[in-house]
């Protein structure tokens, strides 16, 4: 099983601010990555696939970058509605696994 | 617009049953590759199975493989779970998603609660 690591835990970023989330793979995904938001009490929203791909609706203030085993999610000047926690996901090896998550906090 | 709706989490004791349902709307559901994820109290995601289809692939986590069965309805547009040999670390809130690797769709969720 690919392990995904996130490495912050809590990002704390004041609105406005850029935030630079990490996500790190046990083994090569090549592309197959996606980024997620959730906020308390609702579902995860999809961001980016395939590291880099935003999905439909998804404001170009979000980017994704990176592909093997190190990823890299931005978001540039952080609105009130981006505080949340961030999961990265890969589907390149059985099972998908995710990562822990990032909670982007005001600073 | 795109709606899945999960329905049937509740209390449940430890090594009971319970089967959830999740009602899919807005979309092709017969060509959908669905999948159930699940989030424990506090704690990050866990993809739990996955079904192709038409029904004839299935996959399952570790976790959960010969106790939870994933099935579906196309006629219905419905996606099931029959969760069997409920565990106190079965609870969790679980979501059905719409599957293309990368999870597009989620539902709202419903909450699952093993204990005696």
């Known amino acids: 099983e690919i392990v995904m690591t996130q490495s912050a835990a809590t990002l704390s970023v004041s609105p406005g601010e850029s935030a630079t989330l990490s996500c790190r793979a046990s083994h090569s995904v090549s592309s197959y990555l996606a980024w997620y938001q959730q906020k308390p009490g609702q579902a995860p929203r999809l961001l980016i696939y395939?590291?880099?791909t935003r999905a439909t609706g998804i404001p170009a203030r979000f980017s994704g970058s990176g592909s093997g085993t190190e990823f890299t999610l931005t978001i540039s000047s952080l609105q009130s509605e981006d505080f949340a926690v961030y999961y990265c996901h890969q589907y390149n090896n059985w099972p998908p696994t995710f990562g822990q998550g990032t909670k982007v906090e005001i600073k | 617009q795109v709606q899945l709706v999960e329905s049937g989490g509740g209390l449940v004791k430890p090594g009971r049953s319970l089967r959830l349902s999740c009602a899919v709307s807005?979309?092709?559901?017969?060509?959908?590759?669905m999948s159930w994820i699940r989030q424990a109290p506090g704690k990050g995601l866990e993809w739990i199975s996955y079904?192709?289809?038409?029904?004839?692939?299935?996959y399952y986590a570790d976790s959960v493989k010969g106790r939870f069965t994933i099935s579906r309805d196309n006629a219905k547009n419905s996606l099931s779970l029959q969760m069997n040999s409920l565990r106190a670390e079965d609870t969790a809130v679980y979501y059905c998603a719409k599957d293309e690797q990368w999870l597009v769709y989620w539902g709202q969720g419903t909450l699952v609660t093993v204990s005696s």
């Open positions: 807005g979309l092709t559901f017969s060509d959908s590759y």
């Open positions: 079904i192709s289809p038409n029904g004839d692939t299935k």
């Open positions: 395939g590291a880099s």
